[in-house]
């Protein structure tokens, strides 16, 4: 077996591990973790995937014990490290934000001066409130951020943000967003083998960019195809074939899955007909 297989790693629990192994495996990385082993090999490509918590994976990777890893852009800001981020993965997306008790009447971050400030997040915070000239006293704990101001030991906290129940939940509003973060690939400066890490690359892509977009099927009247195109200009540009009536043609686009029922309405106003989503599972573009 070959001895240099690359190491990448991968968060062993917590709402990201579900959904990073899903994405591996959908990418063609196939493995079987024995139960709470720390290890697993995967079929058919020379890559080891390393179980970590999520928190420890940006400073594993900028120390070279790992030559890739899955985690949150939030987390490889807070560690400050040296690595290179080489895909955003479509999951994770939340913000940072500094949070106040809804009953407490904090207009500005400059009011907080003297209070306490609850995170697990303190150098991003701290680097936030120096920028923004606010001076609270910082409380760093690892977990349950957001039960501090009810426990008394904060007057506000920094915390992710996804939907907002947590806070809701917890009787706090967002006073200032810090920043926009979301589940990243990050790569070592000192990655053992960089062909093999651009392989990894373009799989996870494929994978980000099927989920991201659908395929769009409709038939047009020839007439009205440069309408068409302009509705669906596609990823480099629509698949147009002809129908046996030359009147008409059928084309085919990716579009985003987030615009697709917008395009279809406005296909069907130009008289687009036939119109058909399907999702893609994996692509190279
Ligand atoms: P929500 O209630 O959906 O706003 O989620 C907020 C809770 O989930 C907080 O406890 C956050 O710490 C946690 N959370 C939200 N998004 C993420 C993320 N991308 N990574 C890790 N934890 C998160």
Known sequence: MPERNLRLGVPSKGRLAEQAVALLQQAGLNFRRQERSLFARAREIPVDITFLRADDIPVLCAEGAIDMGITGSDLVAEHGVDVVTRLALGLGRCRLSLCVPEDRDFQSLQELDGCRVATSFPNLTAAFLRQHRADPH?????GSVEIMVALGVADAVVDLVETGSTLAANRLRILEDIGQYETVLIQSTSCRDTALADRIVRRLQGVVIARSYSLLEYN??????????????????PTVSSLEDCDWCAVRVMVRQSEVIQVMERLESIGATAILETAISNCRL
């Open 138 to 142: 910082l409380v760093s704990i690892t």
């Open 220 to 237: 047009v009247a020839r007439a009205r195809l440069p309408e068409a195109e302009k509705i669906t200009p596609g990823f480099h540009s």
